[in-house]
């Protein structure tokens, strides 16, 4: 036989990864596990199994925590935080050093654990999650030594409440855990059901490592535990990963307690190769993107789109590359897919599959081992974009497919989910790369590969994929807060008075929607008053079909979006110079309302929107310093359509402290002015018509906050809400926008020096804006 012979028909051997360091380690501990509280691993109590999926063998014996058992574990992390805080950056830098090396020193261990626990392959859990594991708390041990230089006025949150998934369980904890540690948070820490263990096995490193008691605390068991740690009154922050259903109801749980929430949630990314791509090289990356750890990926590639030209030929390559994937023993360094992590996952994978109708299946023809949870690779082909395979997230081993002809095409079905977590370009043309990854809704995206992963760039997503960011900069601000907290809030109440307006007309001022003066939809109006009981006007009284109106005005208005930073800046200059020409006038209007401060406020105004039109064209995001032969951009886009509920107390300078940065970033807005003074903002609709702004940019209603926060929080083409009200509406405004989760900007009883710094700086640029990471690889 010769070497050519040999070559084609030898067959992979075995090659496993020995177990033993990772059993002996269980049998260490007695195979029973209780919760890790202040240092120590309490006494197991009521306890559920957890199981190998390749084998359905019994690893241990884990602690379903109870109420007890997480009120002592926050408990624990309160006491604990204000020490671990006043160690500095410095102090924290050195013990998640110590973390980052101990990571390094154990890694075998912690690989074999994590295959053992979730099936997935070896070679995964050891050459990817835990270099991933380690480069987190190297990274995070750097980003705490910075913090007092890099990110002054900026404290830790307190206690975070974290619950994590099953897909990449100790790499979800890196993420979580590392920047919270590194901005001086504590952490109550609750892992994912199926797969607890390389949770427990990092506390014990966190012992060995000389961590302070408390720092970390880990509560294990179902989703009641999860429950009851993201709703606890003694938590600050809460950092969710999994699914979209759960999401929803976390941020309805937790709306109006003030607490800090980020959400990273499933999605149904696509995967657009062109006619011009390297097909065999966008066939290994497909690969990685939906079969690495079985699907079992939030952003894996799960929706093929390929344009029809080379389509046929696109899939033969695939099917035959399919034919070649080796699924087996998770241990074995040889095979490419392991096992779902749990039945009742593979049962869902199967049911979903068995349902649809549609399409061509084509599963591997591959050899799955028997007494384990094991699907087949499987590609479904001709499908539609609106198949519920092509819509619902999957979570396992399965690929649909679906075809484009043009780039436009391709951005359209690309974008056509609710989801919008990451998306995969596969071009030989940069300059077809480049055009459509702007175009994708997308908090990722990667050209020519596919999960590419680094803790110096953010990771997140848009629209059902969750809100916040995790690596980089733009990661740590969820785990800050300003060092100095607002006032209690007061509630205004409006100017009382009788009588007309005596020899003057009586005007009543309408709604200023897609560029025109618009009466509102119901035709009720209110009389306004002024500090003296005069009787200044009447406004309209919106209703829902009011902000329907608006918001369709501000979607019509997407090309504004599209606009440069200079001419935007260029139109909110004018906007100030024709306010400023205007100056006495609406000075003399906010005395009428309030009884004093109109100067001072028109004068602030102006100075603001000079403030504003200087950022138009200065925060476009930054480079991520990355390992990798290529870039990693993070990109600041605008955020869409705001709808926010403006100050009462600064009639004009509430509206365009927040009309301006929203501009600024080429958002669209629907603003509610102040409930008590909203005649400024309806004379202000009057410099907008002067001053070159496209209609629909700016939306101005009048109406009460309490009617109109709802309508906005829960509109479901609106994709921000910010809530500046005197009346305390955190509530309502954050249990809405859970409907399509929706970013949310709330005052928590808090108020704000409008006239001061608060009114200004990167918080607002921060919330007018999502993080697009755009990786581009290049090179030999």
């Not at 009120?71 to 830098?93: H, I, K, N």
């Amino acid at each position: 036989m010769s070497v050519k012979e040999i070559f084609e028909t030898m067959t992979y051997g075995e090659a496993l990864e020995s177990a033993g360091e990772a059993l002996a380690w269980l049998v260490d501990q007695g195979d029973r596990f209780g919760c890790f509280i202040d240092g120590t691993f309490a006494e197991p109590g009521e306890t559920f199994e957890s199981r190998n999926p390749a084998t359905g063998e019994v690893l241990a014996h884990v602690t379903q925590a109870s109420a007890a058992d997480v009120d002592a574990a926050v408990a624990a992390a309160r006491a604990a935080q204000p020490g671990w805080e006043a160690l500095g950056g410095y102090g924290r830098a050195r013990h998640l050093y110590a973390l980052a090396r101990m990571v390094q020193k154990h890694a075998r261990l912690l690989a074999v654990l994590e295959t053992l626990d979730s099936g997935k392959p070896i070679r995964e859990a050891r050459d990817i999650d835990l270099a991933l594991v380690h480069r987190h708390f190297y990274y995070h041990a750097g980003m705490a030594q910075l913090m007092e230089a890099e990110l002054p006025g900026r404290r830790a949150m307190g206690v975070c409440g974290q619950v994590i998934p099953w897909n990449f369980p100790l790499l979800m904890l890196a993420w979580k855990v590392a920047p919270a540690l590194a901005m001086g948070n504590t952490v109550v820490l609750k892992p994912a059901e199926y797969t607890s263990l390389t949770a427990l096995c990092f506390a014990d490193i966190c012992r060995q490592a000389g961590l302070p008691e408390g720092v970390v605390n880990i509560v294990t068991g179902d989703g009641t535990v999860g429950e009851l740690v993201v709703t606890h009154p003694g938590v600050d922050k809460v950092a969710f990963t999994g699914s979209t259903e759960v999401g929803r109801r976390i941020r309805t749980a937790t709306a109006g307690q003030g607490k800090g929430l980020t959400l990273e949630l499933g999605g149904k990314s696509p995967y657009i190769v062109f006619e011009d791509a390297d097909l065999d090289s966008a066939v290994e990356g497909l690969v990685d993107a939906i079969w690495f750890n079985g699907g079992q990926v939030c952003c894996a590639g799960s929706r093929l789109l390929v344009q029809e030209g080379v389509a046929e030929r696109f899939h033969a390559k695939l099917r035959a590359r399919m034919d070649k994937l080796r699924v087996g023993n998770p241990l074995d360094k040889c095979i490419d897919m392991g096992a779902i992590v749990d039945p009742a996952q593979l049962e869902r994978i199967s049911r979903m599959v068995a349902e649809s109708t549609a399409g061509e299946v084509y599963a591997a023809p591959c050899a799955l081992p028997e007494g384990g949870c094991y699907y087949p690779p499987t590609l479904i082909t001709g499908l539609s974009s609106s198949d519920p395979l092509m819509q619902e997230e999957i979570f396992g081993p399965v690929l649909v497919s679906g075809t484009f002809r043009t780039p436009a095409e391709a951005v359209s079905l690309a974008n056509n989910t609710r989801y919008g977590l990451a998306a995969s370009i596969w071009s030989e043309n940069i300059n077809v790369a480049l055009e459509v990854a702007p175009k994708l809704v997308a908090g990722v995206v990667w050209v020519n590969g596919s999960n590419m992963f680094d803790a110096a760039a953010g990771f997140g997503g848009v629209r059902e994929s969750g809100f916040g960011r995790e690596g980089g900069w733009e990661g740590l601000m969820a785990y800050t807060k300003p060092v100095a907290e607002g006032a209690p809030l007061a509630k205004l109440a409006p100017m009382v008075g009788q009588g007309g307006p005596g020899g003057g007309l009586n005007r009543t001022a309408k709604l200023y929607v897609g560029g025109k003066q618009a009466r509102p939809d119901g035709g009720y109006s209110r009389a306004v008053y002024g500090a003296e009981g005069k009787l200044l006007g009447h406004v309209g009284a919106a209703n829902r079909k009011d902000v329907r109106n608006a918001v369709e005005a501000a979607q019509g208005a997407a090309a504004w979006s599209r606009t440069t930073g200079h001419l935007r800046a260029q139109i909110i200059y004018y906007i100030a110079e024709n306010l400023e020409a205007r100056a006495e006038e609406f000075a003399a209007r906010i005395d009428a309302l309030a009884g004093s401060g109109g100067a001072e406020e028109v004068a602030a105004c102006v100075k603001r929107l000079f403030t504003w039109g200087a950022w138009a064209d200065k925060y476009a995001g930054n480079l991520a310093a990355v390992p990798m032969k290529g870039l990693a951009m993070a990109l600041r886009e605008p955020v869409g359509v705001i709808g926010a509920i403006c100050p009462d107390e600064a009639p004009l300078l509430g509206l365009i402290s927040v009309m301006g940065p929203a501009l600024a970033m080429g958002n669209r807005c629907v603003l509610v002015a102040s409930e008590i003074f909203p005649l400024a903002a309806t004379d202000f609709y009057q410099v907008l018509e002067t001053s070159d702004v496209p209609g629909g940019v700016v939306n101005i209603l009048t109406g009460e906050h309490a009617e109109l926060a709802p309508v906005l929080a829960k509109h479901m083409d609106v994709e921000a809400v910010w809530c500046f009200s005197s009346t305390d509406l955190s509530q309502v405004v954050e249990a809405g926008a859970a409907g399509n989760l929706k970013r949310t900007w709330v005052n928590n009883a808090r108020a704000r020096d409008w006239l001061g710094a608060e009114g200004e700086g990167r918080a607002f640029l921060d919330a007018a804006t999502e993080v697009k990471t755009v990786w581009v690889p290049y090179g030999l």
